[in-house]
């Protein structure tokens, strides 16, 4: 009887250590990539102020040179001024001297500002960079921190079932902003739909309605978002609209049942189960 306790421990040891080894490893990777993403941007730092560096000295430089030409202008104005009266020849010369030395000031602005669009250029860049990182970086550590996919989702759908749609539509938009590319995210769009729809939030619900319509059409949400957006328009007074998208799913889906319930709604307001969908909003 000893042995027998002995392997059944052994054996839910067994069952449960490769779950908790698959989670662990998810953690120890999403870790290693934020530690990754930290240290470039430790990198790209150390570089950008290098360059910085280099950039201010070829300012610091050109101003210089820029100061020590507007000096010898002034010098030479002045020169001009003395020797006006006196010699002619000698004022010509120095105004051609002026002249040149107003080209050369030219050159070491246009060369200053050159280098100046440069040094906003890279700051520029390097800002935009360290946001990109910084985001990417929070998103890592996010992640880290979720709950795997499965977890989630039960959790978002068990508070649904329960009527707790608070709780639930912060659970289901969790988990689309944690995993937005998975299979479950259509679901997730249709479930907040849903509790929208309850909640007379027509055109939210309209909204998540068209997510799972427009990036999960093969889905198994999408004949009854197609259904449920129909409805909605007619709330808001859009009837036209409401009706074309009900004769849609009729046309796109004649043996679902979401058909027969646009059937059922398009005789009660009088309407025709055929005819025209042009009007429908997604269109």
Do not use: C
Request: proline share 3%; no cysteine.
């Amino acid at each position: 009887m000893k042995n027998l306790s002995i392997l059944v421990v052994l054996t839910s040891l067994s069952l449960t250590a490769p779950a908790a080894w698959g989670v662990s490893k998810e953690m120890i990777q999403l870790q290693t990539q934020v530690q990754a993403l930290q240290d470039q941007m430790t990198h790209m730092q150390q570089s950008f102020d290098e360059r910085m560096g280099v950039m201010k000295n070829l300012i610091d430089q050109n101003t210089d040179s820029m100061n020590k030409v507007t000096a010898a202008m002034t010098a030479l104005q002045s020169s001009l001024e003395k020797l006006q009266s006196d010699n002619s020849g000698k004022v010509d010369q120095l105004s051609g001297q002026i002249q040149a030395l107003n080209d050369s000031l030219d050159e070491v602005k246009a060369r200053l500002a050159k280098v100046g669009k440069q040094l906003d250029d890279v700051q520029g860049a390097q800002q935009n960079q360290a946001a990109s990182t910084a985001a990417q970086q929070a998103q890592q550590q996010a992640l880290a921190q979720a709950p795997p996919p499965d977890v989630l989702y039960n959790n978002a759908l068990r508070d649904y079932n329960s009527g707790n749609n608070d709780l639930s539509k912060q659970e289901f938009s969790d988990y689309l902003k944690f995993y937005p590319n998975t299979d479950l995210a259509g679901n997730s769009y249709f479930y907040l739909a849903e509790i929208e729809f309850k909640q007379g939030d027509y055109q939210g619900a309209i909204k998540n309605y068209d997510q799972v319509l427009q990036n999960f059409p093969t889905g198994n949400k999408a004949p009854s978002s197609d259904l449920k957006k129909g409805l909605a328009l007619i709330e808001l007074g859009q009837k036209d609209d409401g009706v074309a998208e009900l004769r849609h799913v009729i046309q796109r889906y004649p043996r679902s049942n979401e058909a027969l319930q646009a059937k059922e709604k398009l005789r009660k307001m009088g309407a025709a189960t055929t005819g025209t969908t042009a009007k429908r909003q997604s269109e």
